[in-house]
């Protein structure tokens, strides 16, 4: 049995068989599947898909720092309209610095904000980091008291920087499709990383996993990650599944 920590069945790539997507998923064993929020403009696709599979998807509620901009007090205040739905984190939010770095103050605020907000609904969160690492430290040392806990999805850092995140929270590492790949860093870092504090993920449609890189990603794929996640640890697949599938339930409660 797995978990996928994080997927974007509700996007595009999947239209019209999502169904399908959730079924192949079932037959794979991955039984469970978070929905991290990336902003106002697919979040009632990802609800109305969530309520649909209620007994597999779980619907967050985010503002993705690639929707941060000019407006983005705009789209803070629309997700007040979803506040008394059921949702297991507060995510996709953090900080990206490859794509733009035009609102990057921006970005900062709206990250302290959520940050807040998952503390008031005792709520664990799901950070995106890219290429600012030095940025989210500075808001989580801000933040600190809030004793925050969460995710770093796609988590590509040092074992050193695993270590600090350790003493501004309580923090899991998502690994996923990058794991599988031939020259990919976390493959060595990994190595240093207890299993008690991985979570697996797709990030489908993207980040595909090998032997199916350059398709679209699926949950259904969880198990090639765990396979080289275990091949890495030199531990049985039937101990990562149950280790990070115990992790997630942990963190979600799911």
Not at 86 to 107: L, R
Request: proline share 4%; aromatic share 8%.
């Amino acid at each position: 049995m797995f978990v996928d920590t994080h997927s974007h069945l509700y996007d595009e790539a999947f239209a019209g068989e999502e169904a399908l997507a959730v079924e192949r998923a079932v037959e794979a064993g991955v039984t469970k599947m978070i929905l991290p929020d990336i902003d106002s403009t697919s979040r009632e696709a990802m609800f109305s898909l969530a309520d649909r599979h209620s007994d597999v998807l779980f619907p967050c509620l985010g503002l993705h720092p690639t929707s941060v901009n000019a407006d983005w007090q705009k789209e803070i205040s629309a997700m007040e309209a979803y506040m008394d739905r059921k949702i297991w984190a507060i995510g996709e939010i953090g900080m990206d610095c490859y794509w733009s770095k035009e609102f990057v103050n921006e970005q900062m605020e709206v990250l302290r904000i959520q940050l807040e907000m998952a503390d008031r609904l005792s709520l664990p969160v799901i950070i995106h980091s890219r290429d600012s690492t030095d940025l989210i430290i500075k808001v989580l040392k801000d933040c600190k008291h809030l004793s925050p806990r969460g995710v770093f999805h796609a988590y590509s850092g040092s074992i050193e920087t695993y270590r600090e995140l350790q003493k501004l929270g309580d923090w899991y590492i998502g690994i996923g499709g990058v794991l599988t790949y031939k020259k990919a860093s976390i493959a060595e870092t990994v190595k240093s990383i207890p299993l008690e504090r991985i979570l697996l993920e797709t990030d489908s449609p993207y980040l595909t996993p090998v032997p199916y890189r350059g398709k679209r990603n699926e949950s259904s794929y969880v198990p090639h990650i765990a396979a080289r996640l275990a091949e890495l640890q030199e531990k049985s697949i039937e101990e990562v599944a149950q280790t990070t599938t115990d992790n997630a339930h942990k963190l979600f409660g799911i």
